[in-house]
Each structure stands twice: as C-alpha cells, then as structure tokens.
C-alpha cells in the first residue's frame, strides 16, 4: 500500500494491490481510492496489469503532470507501468522484465538514484541480490549493475545515510539477522553493501522504516522482526557515514508476526513512534518513541479484520492524524483517526465490494408486502428486493430506473431514503451521489420501477446521510440531509408535485453522522438531532412549524465524539430520551429533559465495539430495546430495556457482519424484525425474523439465473441456554420441480457449531430450512429454547467459480419469553408438531 495525491488537491490518496480472490483478475488486481475533503474514500478505480502484483510504487515516471503506478510482480519476475492519463484514469499496463529469476523478489521501491529528475526502482531479490532499473522518462527502464547484499531480502526503503546528497539503499535480511546499507554513487550504482547486525533477530519475517529516531538529522532505522508467535522491535541509529548500531531492542511481544511498521510522531510531541500492525490479531501497537532511539512497550488498539498494510497521513485542515490500513483478503481499507496525544480511534472501514451499504424499506410495489431498496455505490444503481411477507425477497424484474445506473462513477449512491415526495401514495426514493455533489429523487410509480424524471437536489460537498420526513406537516415528504464537509444540514422542502423549494443551510457538527427525527419538546414539530465528531457528542435543532430549525445550546449532556444515535422513549415518562454511539463504539444513555435537553449521560455495558444500533419493543413487554451490531464482526446484541434507563444483559444473536441496522415488521406478525446490509453483493442483507419464542427456525429461497456451477449452502446455530442445549440441528432442502422437503443434514449435539451443503446449481427456484432440536427431543420447547439463533447464508459460483450468482441470508432469533401466550409455528406441518419430535417434515406450507 501507498499514497500519492493522484488528482492534486493536497489531500493523500492510496493505492494498494489487490490479494482477494474475488477482485483478482487481469482487470482488477490494484486500486486507488482518491479521498474526498472529509478525509472519506470514494469508489476504488480498479486497475489490471494481467500478473499478481505484490508492491505498488507510485512516482513520475514518464515525465508528464499525473502520477504513474508501478507495480512488483510476484511469480513472475516483471514490472508493470500504467501511466496516469488523468486524475482517475490509467494507460493499459505495460509489462517489463526485471531479470531476477522466477519467483524471487516480493518488494520494491523509487526513488531518483542518478539525478536526471526521472524515478528509477530498485528491487531486492530473495537470495540478497539488488537489481536497479533506471527511468528513461517515458514509462521504460534500463537495467543497472547488479548488487550483492545480505540474503533472505524481506523489505527495502532509501534514504541518504551517509549525508552526502545521494541516495542509498537498505535492504532488510531475515536469513542472517541484520540490515544491509547499499551507498548510492549518484549514477544508480551502488557501492558494496554494509552489514549491520541485530541481536538476538529472530529469522522469519522482517519489515523495515527508516526515520531521525534520535534527533540528530541523520535517516535510522526501525526494525519488526519475529517469527511465528513472536515480534521484537529494533532500533539502529546512524552515525552518520552509513554506518547503523543498534540502540533498542524491546520485550518480546507475545503475539504472531508483524505485518508491517512504521515510524511517525503519532502523538504531537517531535519524537518519532513506532506503529505496528498485528494481522493476525486484528490489532495496531503504538509505541512511544523517547526521542534518544529507545521506546516504550507498544499499546495496541483494535485495527479490524487482518490489517496488513498501513499508510500514516499527518493532520491536514481540519481533519486529524490517521492512519489508512488495508485488509488481508478483502482488500478493504479503513481509516483510523489518531487525537493529539496519540491515542487511536475505532477504524472506519470503507468497501472496494462498493455494493449494498445500506436499504431503505417501503412498500414499492404496492402489494401490502416490505420490500427494500439499496443503494450500491459498485454497481452505482438502486435496487428494489420485492418481499413476499415471509422475510423471503427477491431482486425486482428488469432495471428499476435504467437512466439512472451510468458508468459515471461520480453518480455512484451511497445513501437512500424512501418517502413520498410527490404526494401520490407510491414510494420514491432519494439518494445521495457524494461525488457529484448531488440528491437525487427517484419517484416509484407503485410497480417497484421509477418514472423517467430524476430530480437532482444540489448540494456543496459529501452527503453521507439522508432522511425523508414531513417537517411542516403539509403532507409531503422533505429532505434532510447533512454534509460531512461543510458541516451543515440542508433542508429540502417538498411542494408535492415533483419540486422542492430553495435549499435552507444550518450549521451543525462536524463529521459524517445520522440524521435524526423526534419531537423533544413536546410542542407538535419534529426537532433535529444529529451525532457530531466533537466533545458535545451531538447537535439539536428547535423544530418550528413552518419547516424551519434554531439551533440549541446543550449543557450536561456534553459527552464525546459519536457516529450514530437513535431516539425513543426508554422510561416510559413520555420525554424522548437518547442512546448514542461514541467514536470509541461505546454506548451512552442520556434522559430526556422534555426542553430539547439531556440530562447526564448513562454508560451501557456492551461486550464489543459498537458500529450503530436501533431501537424497538423486540420481546413485545412494551418496553424499548437495543439491537446493536458489532464493529467488524458477526452478530446482533440484543440489549432487553427495563424500562428505568437500564438494560439486561445482552443477548447474542448470529448474523452476518453487517454495515448498518433497521428494523421493520417484515413478515407481518407484529413482531419487529431487524435488516442488515452486508455490503457484500448488491441484494446481500441479512434478514432476522423475530420468531415470537417459537423453535429457532430460519427460512431462505434463492433463484439462480443460470444453471451452471455449484450452490453451496451454510447453516450455523448457536445457543446460550447451556442447561437444555442443541441435540441436532437440521437442514432442509427443496429443489426446483419438486414438491417436499428432503434432508440436507443434521448436526450433532452441541451449544454451537455449522452445517455445509452443496449441489449441482439449475434454474429454478431453491428453498431451504432448518430447525433446531432441544435434547429432550422438543422441538418447540419455549422457555428451554428461547435464546437460540440458526442462520442460512447461501453462495452460488459459476464452474469457473469466478463470478458471485446469487447472495443471501435469513436468520430466525429468539430473544426470550413473551407476555402471552407463544403463538403456534407454521414451519412444521400440524401432524409432525403434534408429535414434538424431530421427525422429517413431508412439506413445508410457507
């Protein structure tokens, strides 16, 4: 990974090589994500150089105005040159020898080594040799003496080590323990190699940066090297003629290997520290430098998922310090935010899947049926998933909207409201196009398909966030927007009839946040509040009855920096209060005061990092609940209100790892039921039907396109009841052209655990089920099977198993006994559920 401002404008993009299997190919195995003026990450444009690039380099290689890319290929010992034509776009790659053997080098780095303005490379090879290759300044390179250093090569950086204005190079050697200093002749030869040996290295896996450790001008060292279970951190220092000792080694960090180091000033204070990435175990260490070339133990911060590239960007404007971090085997980049005295906020991660990030649901089609509608910033178009009111959907025949899918990636969407903007009883929808700087209003015409008249609402910078709501109760649906850029929130006042008025600006927080709803006073008008990254945590806009807004000072419920809030009522004395997500991912209660205040903030217990949350009467005892989703990681919290501010302990519930919640009574029961974008494919959400403390059932119908290739089918289950337990799980399986059910296996005993299917794929329609079995053999045992999750997630491959046909999930949650009596399952057949055992079923009514 690296960066480079690729369309000039004095904020760090970044570009990174693309490991996954699912993004590799000839056309799409490197990216670069430009960053907008809020620091946030548009759409990766996908660049190929047809071989397995392993290090990205980015320079001026052909001596024109935008940046060029070059990337180290693995395997096959080559160079790829794609010249920048313009800001967003690159020249076909241009493939070129190295002359190192095959399978010999993994590293690289530029840098002008004969000063002729041109960028030259330099890469290392496995068993210690250096191979030069000089620019020509059109793209080209010419290749350059041979040099020998240390073996077992695992990274490069350059630097002028001996002070005399000509770059040199150091090699980094996991076979001997130690550095290897190349000094540059000025006419991209270099000298013979300086070995400088490290005590005490443990071979295996190296990474290497160089920075003024000590403070006295001259480039050093720092060095993670480790073997499997273990890292150490090394400094050396330069005494100025190229010659490196070592002044630091620390504590062995009991933990896998380090992916990568870096040296930066972190916290502000003019010493340079040490910042390590640990993939493995999802976590970065900071540690402090000293300024004398010694540090302090690392502190280590939850990073995501397998961080194994990071890139430090020091503070620029108003945005702060962070550091950009890729992912092992997804490739997705994340952002974390450093504060002044280099402390490291939660990472928020930005997708290249670029697919469903979030749904908005509605009625589209007018049957009396949910169905949901995603914007897709990958395939830059809305969807509609039409539901059968059974928590099944499926994608809407033919393109909702075809004049609004482009090939524009600055029309890509990102956010979607649903309302009803032109007061004719169908949805419409609004979308957010952060790069065009645009909201554009798409009007259903009750068929699930939109009418050809797009409205575009302009707007200054980004809008990450969008909400639809009647605010002058004249009957039309509005739009509220907030800008994460220019800190305001835009109020779009709708006539009715396909237009809205003059755009009304207010000044907010700061930040990409939610836009929130609710009457906090009491007075009849909605008031606006909105999470802020600054320590009041949130801002209040005064609702009046024409539409308009008046900011509200808050005094104690001053908090800290959030991401997202909800709004309800949680002690039932009829005053809106507040639940916030912090920054850090933790949650806060704060009492409403009835006078657009809060009172003291409250903390709420949560096992994980937060990401966002909902609210909802979710056990029907008439009191607001939590649902929350965890940062980066499986699952759904179900937090049980007491209806005093305070909440029971948890509930887990399995789900798959989602990038927002809503909640919405999808099959119709009365029971409220949770969706969760996944991010993953265009119509990948993850559907919890809230199954009223009936048997933990889930359902999931899928329709492949083609018939080709295989269908493969998960079910994992899980139980917190450790007392009654899971004797077997089923699954269920019927195939398009049949009419029952047959077996697709059945788990073993046990709290926890999954089961795969896998079968030829056809055309037509596949149904899938599952149960859960307590061991008493009661299948609909309330009380003993109350707090059990099963969950069906479903794939289909082409036989080349490269392209993603089909998508989906569907979970059945039990969150504990009910008021009243549990209503009776329909999964079973009444003859099979009068017998309680787990006999198969001969079919299935729904």
Known sequence: MTSGDFNMDSIPDYCITLSDAKHCGADSNAAVYLARPDGSLQNPIMLGTDLLPSEILVGNFDSDAPLDIVTVNYGNPTLSFLGG????????AITFPTGAPPYSHWFGASADFNGDAIADIVVPEFNGDLFPLLGRGNGTFAPAPIVCAAGGNTNVVVADFNGDSLLDVATASSDTGSVSILLGRGNGTFEHAIICPISGQMPCYSEM????????????????????????????????????????????????????????????????????????????GVAKG?????????????????????????PIGKLPA?????????????????????????????????????????????????????????????????????????????????????????MAPESIATGDFDHDG?????????????????????????????????????????????????GNDDILAQDAVSDKLYVFSSSGDRTFGTRTDYKVGGGPSKVRTADLDGDGNLDVVLPVKSPAGFSVLKGTPDGRFKPIEQGGGATEASSDLVLVDFDGDCRVDMCLVTERGTLLILPGMGDLTFGEALPVFVPNPVRGCVAGDFDGDGLADLAVSPQNEAGVLILKGRGDLTFASSVAVQAPVGLSLMSADIDKDGDLDLLIPTGTAQFACGILLNVDNSPPTSRLSLIPQMAQGELAVGLAYYSQDSQSGIASTELWVRAPGTSEFVSGGVSGAGNQGSLDYLCAMGVGKYEFASRAVDKAGNWEAYPTMAEVAVMIEATGKTGAGSEDVLSGAIVGMNIGERRGSPREPDLVPPAVRAKKKSGPPKSFPR
């Open 322 to 410: 962070r550091l950009i971090s890729v992912f092992n085997s997804s490739s997705d980049l994340a952002i974390t935010a450093c504060s002044s005295v280099g402390e490291l906020g939660l990472p928020r991660v930005f997708l290249d899947s670029g697919e469903a990030i979030e749904v908005a649901v509605a009625d589209f089609n007018r049957d009396g049926k949910l169905d949901f509608a995603t914007a897709s910033p990958g395939s830059r178009e809305v969807g509609i998933a039409l539901g059968n009111g059974q928590g099944h959907f499926s994608k809407a025949p033919g393109p909702v909207h075809p004049g609004f899918t482009c090939n524009e990636e600055r």
């Open 209 to 284: 940066a160089v920075a003024d450790l000590n403070g006295d001008c001259a480039p050093d060292l720092l060095f993670a090297g480790g073997d499997f279970g273990e890292t150490k951190l090394f400094a050396l220092v330069n005494d100025g003629h190229g010659h490196l000792h070592q002044s630091f080694e620390s504590e062995s960090i009991e933990t896998w290997y380090a992916t990568f180091v870096i040296a930066a000033d972190v916290d502000g204070d003019l010493n340079v520290d040490a910042v390590l990435g640990f993939g493995a175990n999802d976590v970065i």
């Open 85 to 92: 034509i313009t800001e967003s776009t690159f020249a076909k």
């Open 426 to 474: 169908n949805p419409d929808v609004a979308v957010s196009s952060p790069n065009a700087r645009r909201i554009n209003v798409l009007f259903g015409r009750g068929d699930a398909t939109f009418a050809g008249t797009i409205v575009a609402l302009p707007t200054d910078y980004t809008v990450l966030s969008i909400a639809s709501v009647d605010i002058n109760s004249d």
């Open 290 to 314: 000293n300024g004398d070339g010694t540090f302090l133990a690392p502190k280590t911060y939850y990073a995501g998922h397998n961080p194994v590239s990071s890139v430090f960007s020091k």
